[in-house]
C-alpha cells in the first residue's frame, strides 16, 4: 500500500467534503470534526485514531464515499474505525454500540464525539426540545457504550 494520507491530508479532505454543512446550531460542521480530533488527541489517540476523528462522520453523511474509505490511502485500523462509527439506516443503538465496543480504537473517538456533542455551550445553541431529545440520546448511548 502507498504511504498513508498525514494527518494534515486527512483533515483538508475532510473538511473540503464537509464544506458548506452545519451543525443543528448552524455552525460549520468542520468545527464539530475539529473537536472531535482534538478531543482524541487529548485523551492520548493515536494518529489513525485522530485520523477516523476526522473521518468519522463522512460517510454516514454521505460526504465521502465507502468506496472512497475503501480505496484511500489510510490504514486498516482507519477504516475499522469509521466503519464502526458509520450507523446504519434504522440500525438500533444497540448492535451499533456493540459494533463500536468490538473493534480496536472505535470506543475512544466515539467518547470524544459525545463529549463534544453534550458539550453545555454547543447544546445551550439548541432548542428546548431538540436539546432534551439529544441529551437522553447520548446519555444513553453512553451507558450502552459503557462510559457511565
Given at each position: 500500500m502507498p504511504q498513508?494520507?498525514?494527518?494534515?491530508?486527512?483533515?483538508?479532505?475532510?473538511?473540503?467534503?464537509?464544506?458548506?454543512?452545519?451543525?443543528?446550531?448552524?455552525?460549520?460542521?468542520?468545527?464539530?470534526?475539529?473537536?472531535?480530533?482534538?478531543?482524541?488527541?487529548?485523551?492520548?489517540?493515536?494518529?489513525?485514531?485522530?485520523?477516523?476523528?476526522?473521518?468519522?462522520?463522512a460517510v454516514e453523511d454521505h460526504a465521502l464515499t465507502l468506496e472512497w474509505l475503501q480505496t484511500a490511502a489510510l490504514?486498516?485500523?482507519?477504516?475499522d474505525i469509521v466503519l464502526a462509527l458509520t450507523k446504519g439506516e434504522g440500525e438500533d443503538l444497540e448492535s451499533y454500540t456493540r459494533r463500536i465496543r468490538s473493534t480496536p480504537g472505535a470506543l475512544l473517538v466515539k467518547e470524544a464525539d459525545l463529549a463534544h456533542n453534550t458539550d453545555p455551550a454547543r447544546l445551550a445553541d439548541l432548542d428546548e426540545a431538540t436539546r432534551t431529545r439529544l441529551i437522553a440520546k447520548y446519555a444513553r448511548t453512553r451507558a450502552l457504550l459503557g462510559l457511565e
Open positions: 498513508s494520507l498525514t494527518l494534515s491530508e486527512v483533515e483538508a479532505i475532510a473538511r473540503a467534503a464537509h464544506q458548506g454543512q452545519t451543525d443543528k446550531s448552524g455552525r460549520p460542521y468542520a468545527e464539530h470534526l475539529a473537536a472531535v480530533a482534538e478531543g482524541v488527541r487529548s485523551r492520548g489517540g493515536t494518529d489513525e485514531q485522530i485520523a477516523a476523528g476526522w473521518l468519522h462522520d490504514h486498516q485500523s482507519v477504516r
